[in-house]
């Protein structure tokens, strides 16, 4: 059964570009809920344990170093269908690829610096929201 909530992070291309607030907005106006958010940056340690399930990959490297080059802002969002709505919402992974509109193809560069994650799952969501938030409030 799909739950309601997916986990985020804005990547550290969209903070380094200001577009915190223009993607914050665009989650808003979509009908998200912010249930938990952290401005921090990860270790290279804690990027490559956060990303791991993609260990075998090879730009895995390259993601560890980019998702560790600079600040980024991690959120739990709350809306039914939130996993598969804000995959939707951000578009596909490569930005020249995402539909019209999309976060990615408003605000990203390339695949790497691709301005925001979202969950590929209900389960995935919860692990990942738990990397960032296990033991703080949820709102
Ligand atoms: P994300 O949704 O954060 O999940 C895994 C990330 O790996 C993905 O977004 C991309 O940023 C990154 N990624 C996927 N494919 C490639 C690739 N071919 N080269 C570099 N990074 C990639």
Same mark, same amino acid.
């Given at each position: 059964?799909?739950?309601?909530?997916?986990?985020?992070?804005?990547?550290?291309?969209a903070v380094g570009n200001n577009y915190i607030g223009p993607i914050? *907005?665009?989650?808003?106006?979509?009908?998200?809920? @912010?249930?938990?958010?952290?401005?921090?940056? $990860?270790?290279?340690?804690?990027?490559?344990?956060?990303?791991?399930?993609?260990?075998?990959?090879?730009?895995? &490297?390259?993601?560890?170093?980019?998702?560790?080059?600079?600040?980024? @802002? *991690?959120?739990?969002?709350?809306?039914?269908?939130?996993?598969?709505?804000?995959?939707? $919402?951000?578009? *596909?992974?490569?930005?020249?690829?995402?539909?019209? &509109?999309?976060?990615?193809? $408003?605000?990203?560069?390339?695949?790497?610096?691709?301005?925001?994650?979202?969950?590929?799952?209900?389960?995935?969501?919860?692990?990942?929201?738990?990397?960032?938030? *296990? &033991?703080?409030?949820?709102?």
């Amino acid at each position: 059964m799909a739950t309601n909530r997916t986990f985020t992070m804005i990547k550290p291309d969209a903070v380094g570009n200001n577009y915190i607030g223009p993607i914050l *907005a665009k989650i808003n106006e979509a009908g998200f809920r @912010v249930v938990a958010m952290k401005y921090t940056k $990860l270790s290279v340690e804690s990027a490559g344990k956060f990303y791991e399930v993609h260990k075998a990959r090879p730009f895995y &490297g390259e993601l560890v170093e980019y998702m560790s080059s600079g600040p980024i @802002v *991690a959120a739990i969002l709350e809306k039914d269908n939130a996993v598969s709505d804000f995959r939707k $919402l951000i578009g *596909a992974t490569d930005p020249s690829k995402a539909e019209p &509109g999309t976060i990615r193809q $408003l605000f990203a560069k390339s695949i790497a610096a691709n301005a925001v994650h979202g969950s590929d799952s209900d389960e995935n969501a919860e692990i990942e929201g738990n990397y960032f938030f *296990a &033991g703080s409030e949820r709102f």
